[in-house]
């Protein structure tokens, strides 16, 4: 399995025109983190996937899924 949280966490980013030092902020971790993550060299820490999925009103099941996430919202 291929997980692609990066990608999902820089679609919902941009869907919602969230700054990555926005996001990092709200998260308490540095934009240079979002960076790489968004880059898929690293990942977020298992203990903030539930605060990611709230901030962007989904679930942890959709961030670590292999379905691109929507880039606009419906």
Do not use: F
């Not at 979002?34 to 880059?39: P, V």
Request: proline share 3%.
């Amino acid at each position: 399995m291929n997980v692609k949280i990066g990608k999902q966490i820089k679609i919902l980013r941009n869907r919602d025109g969230v700054t990555q030092d926005r996001l990092a902020e709200a998260l308490g971790v540095t934009s240079q983190a979002i960076s790489k993550w968004e880059r898929n060299e690293g990942y977020p820490d298992i203990t903030l996937l539930p605060a990611i999925a709230s901030y962007y009103n989904v679930s942890v099941d959709d961030l670590l899924s292999d379905n691109e996430l929507k880039s606009k919202s419906i």
